[in-house]
Every structure is written in structure tokens, then in C-alpha cells.
């Protein structure tokens, strides 16, 4: 038994013999997901939701981009005023879709004239729901190739894509972490997982990276359930697995949205508990706009906001 399970094995012990979330050590680190917003109302609920969880120190906050680059504009703006106005590092989704190599590459300098740099580097979903991708004439045929072009802009931090439910566009796991294994080779730092409802699937999944010679480090993305259909539909899209326990135990909260907020939480933070508990340290919260959730978790998990001069310092 090596040192690294002996320690898990404590912990583990400590969880089951003491609340849940007593005396954790606030050791983790987080980041945070946003989108750009669309209407002026939509931007003061992001700006409340950054300025909320800014003074949790996280290692960086990303922005998504729309599908076929629909939100291109309104990304830059948003990261940039980000790396503008905040002392958190910022990201920057960015895809392969719909715009050429000379394009995209034009879009990465911005970045890194703005004061970015960290990309989240993606394939992307084509605009028009149930279309297949097909790479743009002149464009990069996927996210390993986009990797390495970005490499070359660059010396870019660099994020990627993880599937522990196997991507749907792939034809079976091996292929899967076959272009995991591309996207890191190709200079990615890190692999951010789309979301999951059971600790056991994330690590199934680290085991079967590490049989697979992926080294990187492996970031679980967390999803707290603020609207359960939305989710499911979500899920869907992406072939993530919803167990039947947590249709019921949001039925019948349509009308109840704070009751639907404590059961989310409940549910999101047990996951992150389990999470921790078997050697994870870095969480990617899928916060869609909304703080709160996310706080709280991050709270249980025993952090803390940082004291106002130290944020400032920082």
C-alpha cells in the first residue's frame, strides 16, 4: 500500500467517524465558469456572482464561447474586463468552429494583448443543434491541433476538454482517452471534466488516464443542479448519466426553489466530500451565473474568503 492510499485511507476514516465537512483543511483549490451575458440585466447577476466568490481566491475564472463562436464579442469582453478590473487570472474559451487557423489565431493574440493568458482550448459544438462537426477549410481540425497552433501564438496557459463518460462523438473509451493523450501531448496543462453525478465515475476515469500514460493533472468540473430538467436535458447532450435517486429527489420542488437550492447543495457538496476524500484538491464549478451554490459548497470544503487586504495585495 503506497503513502498517497494511506493517507486517503485516513481520510476517509475521518469522514465516517465525524460530520461530513468538520475540521476539513481548507487545503483545495477552485475555479469558476461563467458565460457572457446577453442583457444588461444578465451582466449585473455575473459581476454580483464574480465579485461573491472573487475572495475565494480562484486559480482562475473561464468564459465560455457560444457555439460556432456565436458569443466571440461578448467573450472578449467579459475576459478582458475580467483581467481588467480583477486580480483573478481569467480564461478564455476558444473553438475550432466555423473560422480558419489565420482567424482563430488573430482572436488568441487579442487575448494576450488584453492581458489573458489562459485558454481553454476546445473542439466546440457547431451551431445548429444535431449537427456533425466538420473542421472549417483552413481551420483546425480539432482541439489537439488547436493546442498546438495556440502554442505557437503564445506561451499560453493551456486547459482542455475531458469526457469521463466517454465524449458521444467518440467511438468507445479508447478513442476517447486516445485524444485526451493528443490534447496533452500536443502542450495542454491541465483537462477539466464535463460534469458528473458520482465520485465513482471520475475515478474510474483517472484510473483509466493514468493506464493511458496521461499525466496532466485531471480537474473535476462540478455542476450545481439549480434546475433539474435543464440539467437532464444538459446531460443528455453530452452523455452524462443522471441516476433515477435524483429525479426523485427533485420531484416536486418545481415551485420551491429555495427547497431546490438546499437539496442541490446538499447533493453537489456530499460529491465534492467524496471527491476530496479520494485525493482531489482542484474543483471547476459550473456556476452558470449564480454564486451562491458554488459558495456554500466551497465553504463546506473549508475555504474561506480571503481578509480584504490580502485580495488586495494579491
Known amino acids: 500500500m ?24 481548507g487545503d483545495a ?13 444578465m451582466e449585473e447577476t455575473l459581476w454580483a456572482s464574480v465579485e461573491m466568490l472573487a475572495p475565494l481566491q ?6 465560455t464561447y457560444g457555439a460556432g463562436g456565436s458569443t466571440r464579442e461578448r467573450t472578449h469582453a467579459t475576459v478582458a474586463r475580467i483581467a481588467r478590473e480583477t486580480s483573478i487570472p481569467a480564461a478564455a474559451h476558444l473553438t475550432c468552429v466555423d473560422a480558419t487557423r489565420e482567424e482563430i489565431d488573430a482572436v488568441a493574440r487579442d487575448y494576450w494583448a488584453a492581458g489573458v493568458r489562459h485558454i481553454v482550448a476546445l473542439r466546440g459544438d457547431p451551431p445548429g443543434e444535431g449537427r456533425a462537426f466538420q473542421s472549417t477549410p483552413g481551420g483546425y481540425a480539432n482541439a489537439a491541433d488547436l493546442v498546438a497552433g495556440l502554442r505557437k501564438v503564445a506561451p499560453f496557459e493551456i486547459s482542455v476538454a475531458a469526457y469521463p463518460e466517454c465524449h458521444p462523438d467518440s467511438a468507445h473509451v479508447q478513442a476517447d482517452l ?8 500536443a502542450g495542454a496543462h491541465r483537462a477539466i471534466t464535463q460534469f458528473f453525478f458520482s465520485p465513482e465515475t471520475f475515478f474510474r476515469f483517472r484510473d483509466a488516464a493514468a493506464a493511458a500514460g496521461i499525466d496532466a493533472e485531471l480537474v473535476p468540473g462540478i455542476m450545481p ?21 435524483m429525479a426523485r429527489l427533485f420531484e416536486g420542488l418545481d415551485d420551491l426553489p429555495a427547497a431546490r437550492q438546499l437539496v442541490a447543495a446538499t447533493l453537489t457538496a456530499e460529491l465534492c466530500r467524496k471527491l476530496y476524500a479520494g485525493g482531489v484538491r482542484h474543483f471547476h464549478f459550473y456556476t452558470l451565473n449564480r454564486a451562491e451554490l458554488s459558495f456554500a459548497i466551497c465553504h463546506l470544503l473549508g475555504l474561506r474568503a480571503a481578509p480584504k487586504a490580502e485580495r488586495a495585495a494579491a
Open 225 to 245: 443542479v439549480t434546475n433539474f430538467a435543464a440539467t437532464r436535458r444538459m446531460a443528455a447532450m453530452c452523455g452524462t448519466d443522471v441516476p433515477a435517486w
Open 2 to 25: 503506497t503513502a498517497l492510499s494511506l493517507a486517503q485511507l485516513a481520510e476517509a476514516r475521518s469522514a465516517l467517524e465525524a460530520p461530513l465537512f468538520a475540521d476539513l483543511a
Open 29 to 41: 483549490a477552485v475555479s469558476f465558469e461563467f458565460f457572457p451575458p446577453k442583457t444588461e440585466k
Open 58 to 63: 480562484p486559480r482562475f475564472v473561464s468564459v
Open 178 to 185: 486516445d485524444n485526451l493523450k493528443a490534447k496533452i501531448d
